[in-house]
T-cell receptor, first 114, second 113 residues
């Protein structure tokens, strides 16, 4: 069963505009949420994370918002740049027998056009 | 300041052969996770290891798959008697003890012919 869902397979945004990537989850026990960026034929690169006790975390052009009551989080990229074009994965985890094994969504492919 | 290293980057095996995938964690990281990504899918957890210990292998098929993280040397994911369905990208990630942030290697793309 898919505990983390990214319902938009793709998103196209103009350079300079805001990109908003969305993620929903079903397991209320998740403690941490992470966003990874992935280029083809490379491994995921960690972008930003947020603890379940917070509702916002910001790092440069990247901001993650968490709405626990809706079990929803989003990643905002402002301003978007062509180099941001990649697949973005949302992941969630909690401390368990599996350590902090990550539960991933299927990803959203972001295309930033000049 | 090397990141997570994986080799080989690409591996081609015929059905029935064995595949060995290696992962060297980041310096200072003692926890290793293996994930598999099938085409058009997200990454799926397979196994979680600490030095000399398999902590949880609940995401790994019971047969043909095994993993180890010896005291010295890289972590190894071993797939015996590979089948076409094993074709996927296999990623290793490492973390510090008690940390949730994981850093991934470039992956090994396994193709079974």
């Amino acid at each position: 069963d898919q505990q983390v869902k990214q319902n938009s397979p793709s998103l196209s945004v103009q350079e300079g505009r805001i990109s908003i990537l969305n993620c929903d989850y079903t397991n209320s026990m998740f403690d941490y949420f992470l966003w990874y960026k992935k280029y083809p034929a490379e491994g995921p690169t960690f972008l930003i994370s947020i603890s379940s006790i917070k509702d916002k975390n910001e790092d440069g052009r990247f901001t993650v918002f968490l709405n626990k009551s809706a079990k929803h989080l989003s990643l905002h990229i402002v301003p978007s740049q062509p180099g941001d074009s990649a697949v973005y994965f949302c992941a969630a985890t909690s401390n368990s027998n599996s350590g902090y094994a990550l539960n991933f969504g299927k990803g959203t492919s972001l295309l930033v056009t000049p | 300041n090397a990141g997570v290293m994986q080799n080989p980057r690409h591996l081609v095996r015929r059905r029935g052969q064995e595949a060995r995938l290696r992962c060297s964690p980041m310096k200072g990281h003692s926890h290793v996770y293996w994930y598999r990504q099938l085409p058009e899918e997200g990454l799926k957890f397979m196994v979680y290891l600490q030095k000399e210990n398999i902590i949880d292998e609940s995401g790994m098929p019971k047969e043909r798959f095994s993993a180890e993280f010896p005291k010295e040397g890289p972590s190894i994911l071993r797939i015996q008697q590979v089948v076409r369905g094993d074709s996927a990208a296999y990623f290793c990630a490492s973390s510090e003890a008690e940390a949730y942030e994981q850093y991934f290697g470039p992956g090994t793309r396994l193709t079974v012919t």
